[in-house]
């Protein structure tokens, strides 16, 4: 289980339980986070589940593949230094504590 810390659109912030190897997508819409849309539904085409990287744990973070990098450069808004498909990051132990700011597309 990993505690990440989503920081929604409106500012607010939502600390979600996502069970080991499941997506951090689906752990943020299964608790309602705002903002994540997942309209792909996890396939690394929409970037309605992106996410920038704000604190935390970011070593543990799995090392981005070409397919997340296409969707976030041909796809995402603001793509920045600091952004990750939330649907291509699966939760792991050590990841817990980790916090990110919802961009959605
Ligand atoms: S849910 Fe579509 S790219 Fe992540």
Known sequence: MAQITFIQP???????????????MIAATTAGVDGIVAE??????CATCHC?????PTEALPVMEDAERDTLEFTAQDMQDTSRLTCQIKATEALS?????????
């Open 97 to 105: 504590g980790l916090t990110l700011r919802v961009v959605g597309r």
């Open 10 to 24: 409106d500012g607010s912030a939502r600390v979600v339980d996502a069970p080991e190897g499941e997506t951090l």
């Open 52 to 56: 920038l990287v704000v604190s935390g």
């Open 40 to 45: 792909c539904g996890g396939s690394c085409m």
